[in-house]
């Protein structure tokens, strides 16, 4: 058992080895004729994923933000400064750039995923690992230039320097899947875990996260840290979710002012399930 994250956590990452040898087992499942008719079956038959086909949206993975936007207004004159973890393929950022464009916002949208992806019109995207705290300094420094640029267009004076650059982090991230529910959810907690770290250093007060979350022993834990971080948690199963899938998305609204508080990340870490909520 290993953890690349820089913290402390009670999530680790997991690799499977055999204990007589160094090489980590390769698990390959192929699949019959009977379950991939099955799947086309499944596919085919999908509200969402033939409504996928007939729109521009690179992924059902849309369907399933417009629902939580619909219902929470995520996308508002307040959102501009949007990180989109778990970028690929681009289907939540394209969601994104459509709302606030058709509002008539201005927004600057990065895409961070570890595999390589193609940005989608009206974004940026930067390969990176959120667990390396590399990734979190590239994120700072992207949306810091994005600042200056702007001052500098409208003669604005650039001698204040914002702490905190985020209006929303949206993540939907999702480690590859083993097959093992309990690998499977400690991954994607680590995952979270990262993406509330970011939230800790880079979000600005009030403002809000969405994150998709893998349901498991570990997820009441987690729904503590959010209760400390924001001033109220929301659990979502958006339609166009599977129904098979163990996903399930939160939204944190209205961060809490934690530096003001004199409550830090460790402090959150450390947390309990039976943490009183932060006013």
């Known amino acids: 058992i290993t953890s690349k994250f820089p913290l402390y956590m ?13 090489n980590l087992l390769i ?9 991939v008719r099955k799947y086309i079956d499944l596919v085919s038959n999908d509200m969402y994923s033939n409504k996928r086909r007939q729109s521009l949206f690179k992924s059902r993975a849309a369907f399933k933000l417009q629902e939580i936007d619909s219902k929470y207004r995520i996308f508002t004159k307040r959102t501009k ?12 950022t394209q969601f994104a750039v459509h709302r606030l464009e058709e509002q008539n916002l201005s927004h600057n949208i990065l895409g961070i995923d570890i595999n390589l992806a193609t940005p989608v019109k009206g974004c940026h995207y930067m390969q990176g690992d959120i667990m390396n705290k590399s990734t979190h300094a590239k994120i700072r420094n992207f949306f810091e230039k994005q600042r200056l ?26 480690v590859d899947c083993t097959g093992t529910g309990l690998a499977d959810h400690i991954g994607n907690m680590e995952l979270c875990t990262a993406a509330l770290y970011l939230a800790y ?19 009441k834990l987690f729904e503590t840290r959010m209760n400390i ?32 508080k004199g409550i830090t990340f460790n402090d959150i870490l450390n947390a309990t399930n039976s943490t009183e909520k932060v006013s």
């Open 27 to 35: 698990f390959a499942r192929n699949k019959s004729k009977q379950n």
């Open 81 to 92: 400064n949007i990180v989109d973890l778990g970028f690929a393929p681009g289907a939540w």
């Open 229 to 260: 971080m924001f001033k109220k948690v929301i659990h979502i199963k958006p339609d166009a979710s599977k129904d098979r899938l163990s996903e399930l998305y939160m939204v944190g609204r209205r961060k809490v002012d934690l530096e003001s």
């Open 201 to 219: 250093l880079e979000l600005k007060p009030e403002k809000d996260m969405i994150l998709k979350v893998w349901l498991g022993l570990e997820l």
């Open 10 to 22: 009670n999530s680790l990452s997991i690799k499977f080895r055999n204990r007589h040898c160094n």
């Open 149 to 174: 640029r702007e001052t500098q267009d409208y003669q604005t004076d650039t001698s204040s320097d914002e702490e905190k650059q985020l209006d929303l982090i949206m993540s939907d991230m999702m």
